[in-house]
Structures are given as structure tokens and as C-alpha cells.
């Protein structure tokens, strides 16, 4: 089954988001546990910013392929 471009880019930016989501609250985390100073957490921006290396890095890829 052929996947289309669409739905391959909708499936990139939902995990990017999910490991953005991810790495900000274990990153959050385990600062808090080795240093005494709280850190405030920011999930929109980890979203953002997975979201944004999820799609370069696919871009990437497909420019390669090419």
C-alpha cells in the first residue's frame, strides 16, 4: 500500500510532537532530580520544536532518496 505525502507528513508531525512532548518532561525531569533549582516546563514549545526536526529530517531523507 502506497502511503501518500500527506499522510506520511500528518504521521511526522504527530510523533514529532509525541517525542517533543516526551523529551521535555524527561528532560524536565531529570534536571530537577540532579540539581535543586526547579525548572519550568514548556510542553508547546518541546511540541514545536519536535514537530520542526521531525519534518527537516524527513525533508532531509526525501531530498536524499532523490
Do not use: D, Q
Not at 534536571?31 to 525533508?59: C, D, H, Q
Amino acid at each position: 500500500m502506497k502511503t501518500t505525502w500527506l499522510a506520511s507528513l500528518l504521521v511526522t508531525i504527530f510523533w514529532g510532537a509525541v517525542l517533543g512532548l516526551v523529551v521535555t518532561y524527561l528532560g524536565g525531569a531529570m534536571v530537577e532530580a540532579l540539581t535543586a533549582t526547579p525548572i519550568v516546563r514548556e510542553p508547546l514549545k518541546g511540541m514545536a520544536v519536535g514537530v520542526v526536526l521531525a519534518v527537516m529530517s524527513g525533508l532531509l531523507i526525501l531530498i536524499n532518496e532523490k
